[in-house]
């Protein structure tokens, strides 16, 4: 627990003092990767879930879900589950990511498929899809992010319900304005989202460990219900 608890300060100054860094630095050692998918995989989970539920995003039951830059695979499980067993597809480009979704959905009994894939290679995604960017615009390139976001945006207009996700803060976010006006302008919402939380004993152990406090979870949400509407 130490040395995960090591790995997890670590991680945790990293998102907050170099953001744009902090997805590469939390798969540079094996401490770091277990910290961040013991600690902020489940707290991305949980987040996740509630906006979906808060958004009614779940209704009606999406077709599938296509997690861009998926992780752990925890922002398309969520939705997954939250919307009764809806098939979801996670690809990133990192090799432990793509091992540790095929993990998430195994345990969590999810109906889910992860490969090795980039954004960019993407087709547009038919009707009753729902795709999910969760905590990954603001790890890409400026030039990767801006392209992500217009495809988004044209998706969306496509009848694509899209749902992306990231950190409250402003200082860590100075491109959200653009994103926000996109996703308005083909009939979508931004919201900022604070749910209290009582965390399960082993998140607590490890939110005590680096001094943090999550009595809620905080995030902000661009979401575009596509042809749901």
């Known amino acids: 627990m130490s040395d995960v608890a090591r790995a997890l300060r670590a991680l945790s100054s990293a998102y907050v003092e170099r953001r744009d860094a902090a997805l590469h630095s939390a798969l540079d050692s094996a401490g770091k990767r277990a910290a961040f998918a013991l600690f902020y995989s489940p707290l991305h989970f949980l987040t996740t879930y509630l906006i979906v539920r808060a958004l009614d995003a779940h209704i009606p039951r999406p077709r599938s879900i296509l997690d861009i830059g998926c992780g752990t695979g925890a922002a398309g499980a969520a939705w997954a589950i939250a919307s009764d067993g809806t098939p979801v597809v996670g690809i990133d480009r990192h090799p432990w ?22 954004a960019a290679r993407l087709s547009a995604p038919r009707p009753g899809t729902a795709i999910v ?92 219900p596509g042809a749901t509407s």
């Open 133 to 224: 960017a969760g905590y990954v615009l603001n790890e890409l390139p400026p030039a990767a992010r801006e392209r992500l976001q217009e495809r988004l945006g044209e998706w969306a207009e496509r009848g694509v319900r899209v749902l992306v996700v990231e950190p409250v803060a402003r200082r860590l976010t100075p491109w959200w304005p653009s994103a926000e006006a996109r996703i308005r302008s083909v009939g979508g919402r931004a919201d900022e989202w604070r749910f209290p939380v009582d965390l399960p004993p082993a998140l607590r152990l490890l939110d005590k460990a680096t001094s943090l406090n999550h009595s809620e979870l905080t995030a902000r949400s661009l979401y575009c």
């Open 97 to 118: 990511a793509v091992a540790e979704a095929k993990w998430t959905y195994r345990t969590l009994g999810v109906d889910g498929r992860a490969h090795r894939s980039d």
